[in-house]
């Protein structure tokens, strides 16, 4: 019985070209990760799913600007354009994934007053989101992780599934990064000093 997942990382509109915070080439790894979803037995995605006015939006907190960086109770917190709001076109998954064939959808960023990057814990980093104990109660320990951005979810959850235990790798091929202020050198030696298989 195979002990591996695929955990697709917000393969959104909102983080495609076009959508509110569109990475560059968000899309062009779309045909890739239906591979790799094609591939994989055990197949989980994530969905960041804020509701309107979230406590990340530039836009609720006046005269800050989007990417500007504000101290929250749980630590510093960029701030972004509205994006993944609730119900929106922006918030659904890209309509080229091939995301049917998912065991579990974990959607993540919804509690108003806390962001959440890793799909495995909000960025107090200590509320849960259930998925390790999910996937330990399945067996599921070698995880492949892949999607939108590089260098903010995927690597924030990298990063937590090797704390929680997990042996992780991760396609840079099959994700992209935002790069802010040189944010995807910063992740990729974090992630590589940590443990995780960068390939």
């Not at 915070?21 to 899309?27: Q, R």
């Not at 080229?96 to 107090?124: C, H, Q, T």
């Amino acid at each position: 019985m195979t002990t591996k997942a695929l955990v697709v990382i917000d393969i959104q509109n909102d983080f495609c070209p076009g959508g509110a915070l569109g990475v560059a080439d968000g899309d062009a790894i779309i045909p890739l990760v239906n591979q790799l979803i094609a591939d994989h037995d055990h197949v989980i995605l994530t969905q960041d799913w804020h509701p309107a006015g979230h406590s990340s939006f530039a836009s609720s907190h006046p005269g800050k600007a989007a990417y500007e960086m504000i101290e929250m109770p749980y630590g510093p917190q960029t701030l972004w354009p509205d994006h993944c709001v609730q119900g929106s076109h922006g918030g659904e998954f890209h309509p080229a994934l091939v995301w049917d064939k998912a065991e579990m959808i974990v959607r993540k960023g919804y509690r108003p007053g806390i962001d959440s990057y890793s799909a495995f814990f909000e960025n107090d980093r200590t509320t849960p989101t259930g998925l390790a104990g999910y996937l330990r109660e399945r067996g599921l320990n070698d995880l492949v992780l892949v999607g939108i951005a590089t260098d903010f979810c995927v690597a924030y959850s990298a990063l937590d599934a090797v704390r929680e235990g997990f042996s992780v790798t991760v396609r840079l091929d099959a994700c992209r990064a935002i790069d802010l202020n040189g944010s995807l050198a910063t992740m990729t030696e974090k992630m590589r000093e940590a443990g995780v298989t960068l390939v």
